[in-house]
């Protein structure tokens, strides 16, 4: 059965990483690091492998501009595309206006049902209320309705890493906030969803559940099965607490993404990412390094910085 790939929770290679992944893409193939067992996979990126391309962006302008380049290997793609307009806590994503523009061209070029909006995470701060958030979400969905049927939503998990951020790089205090507020706000945005023709999902928070808020499943092997008139693997394989996803094969990797928010769940810090980015090569095998099986048939890593040469 044809695989589900996710292009990726981990990072944002639309924005970064285009030439890397078309050029993965070409070669049909890719190695991925296990986040846990850290074993080396390979993972087929051949056509007739490949079910859907799932992917995931703040910033989908560098691979608008090759899209045909992926339509030409495979033509049933996916989008999740987050746009807040949150400067302050996104602060090297484009201008919302800008990415509002791409998000509008992927949604004619494929239909709504193609793309969905993702307002999330949502924070409150000390300067960052609910009123701010509620103000962001209507600016946005007034240019967005119509080109989409679903908006994500979520509140950020203050994991220790995300309150180290905030503190090293902002002036900004992440305020706990009870379910009950939490859950009220929620229902209060999907009313004004409601009004732009468009269906409000919890990612991951459950508590935010109403007549008018749904469960999020980001990858429902379901509704890309029926959406592309295929058969996929509708295995449930949930991320985290709480995820409703299905199957899919992540080709990301963790601390290589350069937008810089502040609550970033997949960095621990800016400059370990920017240091990555500096030293990628884009004919690299893996998003980490070259990969090379040795006489013994064990993978073997390499990552040597300047050099863009395959082991």
Not at 69 to 86: A, C, M, P, Q, R
Not at 212 to 229: E, M, R
Not at 245 to 261: E, F, L, M, Q, V
Not at 269 to 291: D, H, L, Q, R
Request: with cysteine; hydrophobic share 35%; glycine share 2%.
């Amino acid at each position: 059965m044809k695989s589900i790939i996710s292009v990726s929770r981990r990072t944002d290679i639309p924005a970064f990483y285009t030439d890397w992944f078309i050029n993965r893409l070409k070669s049909g193939f890719v190695y991925v690091k296990h986040p846990f067992t850290k074993e080396w996979l390979y993972v087929s990126l051949k056509p007739e492998d490949v079910g859907v391309i799932v992917f995931w962006s703040k910033n989908f302008s560098p691979l608008l501009k090759q899209i045909e380049k992926i339509e030409n290997k495979v033509s049933n793609l996916f989008f999740h595309f987050t746009i807040t307009g949150n400067k302050i806590l996104e602060p090297n994503v484009p201008d919302y206006k800008e990415t509002i523009k791409d998000f509008i061209f992927i949604s004619k070029r494929y239909s709504p049902k193609h793309i969905v909006w993702r307002f999330d995470p949502i924070c409150i701060t000390n300067e960052l209320s609910f009123d701010y958030y509620q103000e962001k979400f209507i600016k946005c969905i007034e240019k967005l309705h119509g080109y989409t049927k679903t908006c994500y939503i979520s509140f950020v998990n203050l994991y220790k890493k995300v309150l180290i951020n905030f503190r090293k790089y902002t002036n900004q205090i992440p305020i706990e906030i009870s379910q009950i507020e939490k859950r009220r706000f929620a229902y209060k945005l999907a009313e004004i969803a409601e009004k732009y023709n468009i269906k409000l999902y919890a990612c991951c928070n459950d508590y935010l559940l109403s007549d008018k808020v749904k469960k999020a499943s980001c990858i429902n092997a379901y509704y890309l099965s029926n959406l592309f008139h295929i058969s996929l693997e509708a295995k449930p394989a949930a991320t985290r607490k709480e995820c409703a996803c299905t199957k899919s094969i992540d080709i990301g990797a963790y601390n290589t993404c350069i937008h810089g928010c502040v609550y970033c769940y997949a960095n621990l810090n800016k400059e370990k990412a920017k240091k990555f980015y500096k030293n990628f090569s884009p004919i690299w095998n893996s998003m980490e390094g070259n990969v090379f099986i040795n006489l013994r048939k064990k993978y073997v890593f390499r990552r040597i910085k300047g050099m863009h040469t395959l082991f």
